[in-house]
């Protein structure tokens, strides 16, 4: 605590400027108020003329800085679309997730005898039919150049 003084100026007391709690009181009201006044400033705006300045002194065809703007552009845009972006699932739920996929493919899974001659009938049939699916559509007579016009 601050060693108060009795004074002649008609007040009761007064602070000992030499003490050095004092000094660290005094400079701690210094530093509150100056911030004070500087966040004050910065809500009403009394520093558009200092940033005002500073883009004055910026010459779009230097390079070096263009490539250093549209760094930190791209740094603070992709700052805000991770901090505006949902939040990832943790890695057991998506371990859940894959675990209920398997699941699924497993009852899926049909029980087929691959030595059944039908089967093969019908596989033959369907390689059959997509081959000459694809046949037609490579020599599509719409787009095919009669023999006579060469």
């Known amino acids: 605590m601050p060693r108060v ?9 007064d602070i000992d400027p030499s003490d050095p709690e004092a000094q660290k009181a005094a400079t701690k009201i210094q530093a509150v108020f100056r911030g004070h006044q500087t966040r004050k400033s910065m809500k009403s705006g009394d ?7 500073d883009l ?3 010459d ?5 800085l263009c490539n250093a703007a549209t760094k ?11 901090k505006t972006a949902p939040p990832s699932k943790p890695e057991d739920e998506l371990s859940k997730e894959l675990q209920k996929l398997d699941a699924k ?10 030595s059944d001659p039908d089967l093969h009938k019908a596989a033959t049939k369907i390689q059959a ?7 037609r559509k490579e020599v599509d007579p ?6 006579a016009s060469q």
Request: hydrophobic fraction near 30%.
């Open 142 to 147: 719409k787009t095919e150049v009669p023999a």
């Open 129 to 135: 039919s997509f081959r000459g699916h694809k046949v």
């Open 56 to 58: 004055d002194q910026f």
């Open 72 to 82: 930190i552009q791209a740094s603070f845009r992709g700052h805000m679309a991770r």
């Open 60 to 64: 779009p065809n230097d390079k070096e």
């Open 47 to 53: 520093n558009q003329e200092e940033e005002q300045l």
């Open 105 to 114: 493919e497993e009852e899926e899974e049909l029980d087929i005898d691959l």
């Open 5 to 13: 003084l009795p004074t002649g100026n008609g007040s009761p007391f």
